[in-house]
């Protein structure tokens, strides 16, 4: 989507405020991930052909989606090409996509000028996933996320110097979700190193970071993780793991995002906005209501989501399939 757009009337009052970015700004939203169990007769239709992909039928809908299986493992360079296929009906769409956890989870930050722990050929096997993406014009971003116990200390500034050195050639995002970071050396280090800084919405827990609109890069970033306070940081096994994201915002949640957004927008180049509180589809709904705000219009909604989310007739652009004589109720 492009940086023309109105909010619709029909939003909450907060959110009318003036979002505009610079006119060369191009803003696209989406999901992270498409792979979800949960989402079978939620997003996706509970009968499908054999041809159904679930990247070809979010493309249908959105213009991004972040990548999460380059998290936890290098991209096959197969299933790449599969991917870029899949979405070439949409010629606006482009990914995203993690780095490999080996470069930021999984390894001691006492040594940053080689990244310990990570060898050639781990960084061969991610190069080797995301180059037909970015041959092909359709990597927008590499996410480099941190987790929370990544403190900003000389030791990890070094490290984190060294891993975005190592993959410079890449349009690179850093997540960084404690407020140590929050200093203007952090910010410094990424433009000197044309690194985007990815804004956050999470739990704002102990020393959290909090939400902000900054720039560093050609590549803005905006990621909105959910607000399960309860659920963010426990240790209960007996809470399922979706649970951290099992959480929908209201649109008077996101209409400060909507403005946070324009700031960005204004500041970047490329603007990647991208849902991850996913449990049940929820990351797509919030999804669409942002694309709604942004460009003031309606949208177009998956069938099966509107069934369990009757809040988006309020933005459907598309009329139910099987219209009801009687309202839709949320299960």
Request: charged share 25%; proline share 9%.
């Amino acid at each position: 989507m492009t940086s023309s757009r109105s909010i619709s009337s029909r939003q909450p009052r907060a959110a009318k405020r003036s979002v505009d970015p610079a006119p060369t700004a191009i803003i696209r939203v989406g999901p992270a991930g498409w792979s979800y169990p949960d989402w079978a007769g939620y997003v996706y239709p509970s009968r499908r052909s054999k041809s159904f992909h679930e990247a070809s039928y979010l493309a249908e809908f959105f213009d991004p989606i972040e990548i999460n299986t380059s998290f936890y493992q290098p991209l096959r360079p197969d299933h790449a090409k599969q991917w870029i296929d899949r979405v070439a009906a949409n010629p606006r769409f482009v990914f995203t996509a993690k780095l490999w956890q080996r470069f930021t989870h999984d390894t001691p930050y006492d040594n940053s000028s080689t990244t310990p722990g990570a060898t050639d050929d781990d960084e061969r096997a991610v190069r080797a996933g995301f180059d037909p993406l970015r041959s092909a014009g359709k990597l927008g971003a590499v996410l480099l996320q941190f987790p929370f116990s990544f403190h900003r200390t000389p030791e990890t500034t070094a490290y984190l110097a060294g891993v975005l050195k190592r993959f410079g050639d890449y349009p690179l995002v850093v997540e960084v979700r404690h407020a140590s970071w929050n200093a203007p050396a952090t910010f410094a280090l990424l433009r000197e190193h044309n690194a985007g800084f990815c804004n956050l919405d999470q739990p704002i827990i102990g020393r959290s970071i909090g939400p902000s609109e900054a720039a560093t890069s050609p590549v803005g970033y905006i990621r909105l993780h959910g607000r399960r306070y309860d659920t963010w940081f426990t240790d209960d096994a007996t809470v399922p793991t979706h649970e951290r994201y099992n959480y929908l915002y209201s649109p008077e949640e996101l209409a400060p995002w909507a403005s946070r957004i324009g700031k960005v927008a204004e500041k970047a180049r490329d603007v990647f906005v991208i849902t991850n509180n996913h449990y049940q589809g929820k990351a797509v709904v919030n999804a669409l209501q942002l694309i709604s705000i942004l460009k003031r219009s309606k949208v177009k909604v998956p069938e099966p989501l509107r069934e369990h989310y009757p809040e988006l007739e309020e933005i459907a652009a598309n009329p139910p399939e099987s219209p009801t004589l009687f309202p839709l109720a949320k299960k």
